[in-house]
């Protein structure tokens, strides 16, 4: 895990609230401030591509399309490289560390229970926590910082969501620039998952994945040319993917004897909780079996290495990161009771999950 800077992404982050006099936590990123500045956009509309790294990018588009021909450079996501930790991040310019958001699913003692937080459900189960993450893991975005700074911002989602649901990427683009024009819009954050759920079904190398991130760029580039004068595109991605093999881990009968309860965060980077005592029988049934594939860590490791960022920790971030934290390092994929059968994913400790894009446009 020595290769990267990750968090660079929360840096692009930080750049849009220095752009508007918000405080930031952390470093900005130097180019995208010097950009913002020299073209002084009236409006920033934040486009965020679930899954559209520079790995998924180079498989599919030409060199001389429209997002590379606009790309500003390449960027680490946060670790772990998924939806859940760097979707927070970017939108709030704090770490994973600091947010708390670390993954798809997380372990609250109270519940005694894994609940995926963007869905307040049990990952093992069928039980709903209405309300629950929200209350016990809040924390406040770029739109909702501008408005009390009365700064006029909005947001636009996918289908699912209650705030301008989308039903396709080109109702999205519209709906985000129908919204920018309005009068003294200053900000709009859109952000668009559905090339991330195909990948996951079909693989990022496969045919059903080029065809759609070209009709993305296509569709991203008719956009550009109803922009307002003055309003400036900023398009990040929140991880990559890779294609995955997958292995069952409750046939380890004996390795999944130690655990306290449930496995939790990411199929690629899990945090594992272990009865006392179990901790040898543990380290070592795992690292004979998935040595190969995954490096195993000690909470104090990860702690120490500041795996998820840097910034005041989280109160209940040690909770969450579990006994140990097993990191993939090649295209294993461990499953546990849930998942199987996906052909791509990311959350691992890959560089091909983990490298994003920066892209930039205005007419200015």
Known sequence: ??????GQLTEAGSSLRRYYGLQTYHNSDPDLDAWLNEKKPGCIIALLVDAMGISVMEKHLKRSGFFFS???KEI?????????AATTSFRTGKSPAENGWLGWDQYFHEMDDNIILFREQSQYGSKFYDNFVELAMPYKDLVQDLREHNINSESVWPIWSRINPCASYHDLLKTAGEIAEEDGMRFVYAYWDAFDTLMHQ??????????????????TEQFVKTLPAD?????????SQVDVRQKDIALQKDMCACFRHEPALEPRTIAFYIKDGKEREFVERFNDVFGRDYHLYTHAEVMAGHFFGEGT???RMEEFIGDYLAVAETDLQLVYKKGFGKKGDHAGGMKEEAIVPLILYTKI
Not at 1 to 6: G, V
Not at 202 to 215: D, H, L, N, T, V
Not at 231 to 239: E, N, R, T, W, Y
């Open 1 to 6: 895990m020595d290769w990267k800077n990750y």
């Open 70 to 72: 606009h790309l500003k």
């Open 76 to 84: 680490t996501t946060v670790f772990p490289p998924t939806t859940t």
């Open 202 to 219: 079909e693989g990022p190398s496969s045919r059903q994945a080029g065809k759609m991130i070209r009709e993305i760029e296509q569709e």
């Open 231 to 239: 309003c400036a595109l900023v398009i990040v991605a929140d991880h």
């Open 313 to 315: 920790v989280h109160p």
